[in-house]
């Protein structure tokens, strides 16, 4: 189906172990996104992406690592688990630089005990 | 520092009533882009309006309006006729020019209840 996914959907893991949400689009979207979005926060911006193999950081990136090989594939990696790293996060896309809506995954719920 | 802000945690509003979110922001940027997104409890995040700052009238969307004013940096979401499916997180939203794009920015959002 066409369309941003996320996966998984909902994850519980230990404090110290590494974790992969993935993001799939569909459209070929250039830009690409990643958010969390915690209570009075909002969503805050953790990585970007603008083209395949170009990544930048966004608000909040530490404790976080992201790549983009391919176009339509955009994983966040937590490398090492942390507490504070309990979250939604988000994917999302974007065709335009400037103007243009956001796309987004249905959020990944992720717990770290 | 903030770009986006959202001043109000939580609305309530009586169904069938307008409500105003306020949404104000910050930038230096002739060429930008303001949004409002709306999160029901489910979670997911629907697209609701656009508003560019070169467009001259503001932003309508069926009940959703954006009243963009320039001068005072503001993009208050309109809602006309409130509804109980109203109730929800909305966000303001700016794009914000940073190494080479423009990256959307959210505000921490405000929370909508709509009493029947």
């Known amino acids: 189906d066409a369309g941003i996914t996320q996966s998984p959907r909902y994850k519980i893991t230990e404090t110290g172990r590494q974790v992969t949400l993935m993001c799939h689009q569909t459209?070929?979207?250039?830009?690409m996104f990643w958010y969390r979005q915690d209570l009075g926060h909002g969503l805050r911006l953790i990585y970007y992406?603008?083209?395949?193999?170009?990544?930048d950081k966004g608000e909040v990136p530490d404790g976080y690592v992201v790549s983009r090989s391919k176009t339509e594939n955009f994983p966040l990696t937590l490398e090492s688990a942390t507490r504070s790293q309990t979250s939604v996060y988000f994917c999302?896309?974007?065709?335009?630089?400037?103007?243009?809506?956001?796309?987004f995954g249905e959020g990944s719920r992720l717990t770290v005990l | 520092a903030q770009k986006i802000t959202q001043t109000q945690p939580g609305m309530f509003v009586q169904e069938k009533e307008a409500v105003t979110l306020d949404c104000t922001y910050d930038?230096?940027?002739?060429?930008?882009?303001l949004f409002w997104y709306k999160q029901p409890s489910s979670g997911e995040m629907i697209f609701l309006i656009y508003q560019g700052s070169y467009d001259e009238q503001n932003a309508t969307e069926g009940r959703y309006s954006l009243n963009f004013q320039k001068a005072r940096k503001s993009a208050n979401l309109v809602i006309s006729a409130s509804q109980l499916g109203d109730s929800a997180m909305y966000f303001c939203?700016?794009?914000?020019?940073?190494?080479?794009?423009?990256?959307?920015?959210f505000g921490r959002g405000t929370s909508l209840i709509v009493h029947p």
């Open positions: 939203a700016m794009r914000v020019y940073s190494g080479g794009s423009y990256i959307p920015t």
């Open positions: 999302a896309s974007s065709e335009t630089v400037n103007t243009g809506e956001l796309f």
């Open positions: 930038t230096s940027d002739q060429s930008y882009g």
């Open positions: 459209w070929s979207h250039s830009y």
């Open positions: 992406s603008a083209a395949a193999d170009i990544t």
